[in-house]
């Protein structure tokens, strides 16, 4: 949907849009045929958009759209099959070509995340069902998952999203910065006392 109808959204007000499968199918086809150039690729593209769900169909399609349903396939694939020729030294190139790609990108992926703390939502999750655990009461002690009934103390919840911090950005969170992530849900003495209070030598 480009042009969602005005109100729909998720619980946070985003809408999130999807361009149409034609228009998809096209960018993507651009963007394979650059990444073939730059990897000096000379292979023929074909683009298709598959229908993988069993119960989907267009009826009165015009004819050469590449579409393909999920009864079609089979005679599909078999079709592609015919003009399968054998690879040649070339092609053992190309796919070594992609597979250095593939590992360089990755790489890459891992050493530069591509989000920063602004960006990611700041909600408190169920650890069991990753749910919103919505509105809480001042000084509330447990909680209990919306959607599978497990029981948690509150400290356990903060726990968890401390866990997601330094999941994703390889750090221990700050006070201020567990605060905000935790959505301003708990306050700063709790999460002080739950996490950052050093302890007392023993006596
Ligand atoms: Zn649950």
Redesign the pocket.
Known sequence: MENPEEGEGNANGEVITYKNPIEQLKENRINLAQLFQKLNIKLPIESYVIFAHPNYYIHELPAGEPFVFRGQLQTHIEKVKQHIYPATEDTQIYVRNLERYNKDTSKEDYQLPNYTFESLSKILL?P??K?DIGLLSNYQKFIE?H??H?KYAMKDIGEYARWEFQNLFGQEPTLMQLYHWCDQKFSKPRLHTWFYKKKSPPV
């Open positions: 169920f069991c069902c749910k998952c959607n599978c497990k």
